[in-house]
Nanobody, 121 residues
Framework: QVQLVESGGGLVQAGGSLRLSCAAS????????MGWFRRAPGKERERVAS????????YVADSVKGRFTISRDNVKNTVYLQMNSLRPEDTAVYYC??????????????WGQGTQVTVSS
């Protein structure tokens, strides 16, 4: 089991930036991939980006490509989501998740508590 603690959400104007952090702990975190999801009111949950701990293989959704970047710090066991050029439609609760590498993202084994990101126009 992996424990996840998120930080970094908040209120920002359109065009601004925020960085979300997800600190992971657990004996087997290197076997996991880490992902960022978001859920906006009335919308489906969306996987925004993900990265594998070991190889650093990344995925970024088309909806945020070119604006959001996912990265990891293997010393701090922390994954970051750098969000630039934010838009009002990026407003959502953002969740960090962990899934065993290769098992997909249908049912991640661990979730963070969620952090609100609000982008004003």
């Amino acid at each position: 089991q992996v424990q996840l603690v998120e930080s970094g959400g908040g209120l920002v104007q359109a065009g601004g930036s925020l960085r979300l952090s997800c600190a992971a702990s657990g004996r087997t975190i290197r076997s996991y991939a880490m992902g960022w999801f978001r859920r906006a009111p009335g919308k489906e949950r969306e996987r925004v980006a993900s990265i594998t701990w070991s190889a650093g293989i990344t995925y970024v959704a088309d909806s945020v490509k070119g604006r959001f970047t996912i990265s990891r710090d293997n010393v701090k066991n922390t994954v970051y989501l750098q969000m630039n050029s934010l838009r009002p439609e990026d407003t959502a609760v953002y969740y960090c998740a962990a899934a065993i590498t290769g098992t997909g993202w249908a049912s991640p084994g661990s979730w963070g508590q969620g952090t609100q990101v609000t982008v004003s126009s």
